[in-house]
C-alpha cells in the first residue's frame, strides 16, 4: 500500500482504506501465485503499544501490505481528522466478506490455528452457512514454537493445496511474527492475522453486538465478558499506554517514526 494513504499512530502506520480497494488489491495478489504471499494486518491500540517496545514487531506491521485500524477510535480520527475515507478492518468482518465474495470468486481459505475443537466448530458453522466456501485445510499448532522439522512440514502441507487466503488465528502478536516469517516459505496467499476471529465463529466466546461495534465499545463487551480476566491488563494499562503515546504525538511533544526493517 503507499505509504502516503497511512497515518501514523504513535509509530505505526495505518492505512486509510476502504474494503472495495481492498478486494480489488487481493485479487490482484491472488492472480500471481508465484510471489511471496502479503500480510494483511489488523491494528488495534494493543498492537500499536507492544509495538513500543519492540522495533521488530513495529517494523512488521509497518511493512504490513495492508494495516487496516482495527478499532473504530483509528476510523474516526482517520475520517474526522484527516479527512479520508476509511472503513473498520475487524478480523471476523474481513474473513467474512470474503467468503461472502468466495461464492463469486472462487477464492480458497486455510485456517491455522485455534484449539482443535474450536478450528472443528468453526469450519463446520462457516460451511454450514456457506455451503460453496472452499476450505483446502486447516491445522491447529501446538502452544509452543515449532521445531523447524515440524513446520517445514507444515509449510510443505499448506503449499501442495496452494490457498488463495490463510486465516492465521494465533493471537497477537504471535500471529504477526508467524506470518512475517512464512511470506516466503508459502508463496501466492493472503495472510490475514485473525485474532480471536477463530474463537468467535467456533462459538468459545460470544462477539460483540453489531451496535456496540459500530460505537467504539466491542473492549468494554469484552473486558466485562467471559476474557475479562486475560483481557484485563490489555484493556487498562496498555491502552493507556497508548492513548498517552498518541497524546504526546498528537500535542507536538514527541514524535515516534515508523520504522521498516528490510524485509529478505
Known amino acids: 500500500m503507499?505509504?502516503?494513504?497511512?497515518?501514523?499512530?504513535?509509530?505505526?502506520?495505518?492505512?486509510?482504506?476502504?474494503?472495495e480497494a481492498m478486494f480489488v488489491q487481493i485479487d490482484r495478489w491472488i492472480q500471481d501465485k508465484g510471489t511471496r504471499s502479503h500480510h494483511i494486518a489488523c491494528i488495534n491500540a494493543y498492537c500499536v503499544a507492544l509495538a513500543l517496545d519492540s522495533l521488530y514487531l513495529a517494523s512488521i506491521y509497518n511493512s504490513a501490505d495492508i494495516a487496516g485500524p482495527d478499532g473504530m477510535p483509528f476510523v474516526y480520527w482517520i475520517r474526522w481528522v484527516q479527512r479520508r475515507s476509511c472503513e473498520r478492518f475487524y478480523a471476523p468482518e474481513i474473513v467474512?466478506?470474503?467468503?461472502?465474495?468466495?461464492?463469486?470468486?472462487?477464492?480458497?481459505?486455510y485456517f491455522y490455528g485455534g484449539a482443535p475443537d474450536v478450528l472443528e466448530k468453526m469450519i463446520e458453522g462457516l460451511r454450514g452457512r456457506h455451503p460453496y466456501l472452499r476450505v483446502v485445510g486447516s491445522h491447529s499448532p501446538p502452544f509452543r514454537r515449532l521445531t523447524?522439522?515440524?513446520?517445514?512440514?507444515?509449510?510443505?502441507?499448506?503449499?501442495?493445496?496452494?490457498?488463495?487466503i490463510v486465516c492465521v488465528g494465533l493471537g497477537t502478536p504471535k500471529q504477526d511474527y508467524w506470518i512475517d516469517e512464512h511470506l516466503n516459505k508459502i508463496p501466492g496467499s493472503v495472510m490475514i492475522s485473525c485474532g480471536a476471529t477463530f474463537d468467535f465463529f467456533g462459538g468459545r466466546v460470544r462477539m460483540a453486538p453489531k451496535a456496540i461495534q459500530q460505537m467504539g465499545l466491542e473492549w468494554l463487551f469484552r473486558f466485562f465478558g467471559q476474557d475479562r480476566t486475560?483481557?484485563?491488563?490489555?484493556?487498562?494499562?496498555?491502552?493507556?499506554?497508548?492513548?498517552?503515546?498518541?497524546?504526546?504525538?498528537?500535542?507536538g511533544r514527541r514524535h515516534l517514526e515508523a520504522k521498516r526493517l528490510p524485509r529478505p
Open 2 to 19: 503507499d505509504v502516503h494513504k497511512a497515518v501514523n499512530f504513535a509509530g505505526v502506520l495505518i492505512h486509510a482504506l476502504t474494503y
Open 96 to 109: 467474512s466478506r470474503l467468503i461472502a465474495r468466495s461464492e463469486h470468486s472462487g477464492y480458497t481459505f
Open 148 to 164: 523447524e522439522e515440524e513446520d517445514r512440514q507444515i509449510c510443505e502441507r499448506i503449499n501442495q493445496v496452494s490457498p488463495d
Open 230 to 251: 486475560r483481557l484485563f491488563r490489555r484493556y487498562t494499562v496498555m491502552h493507556a499506554r497508548f492513548l498517552w503515546n498518541f497524546g504526546l504525538q498528537v500535542f
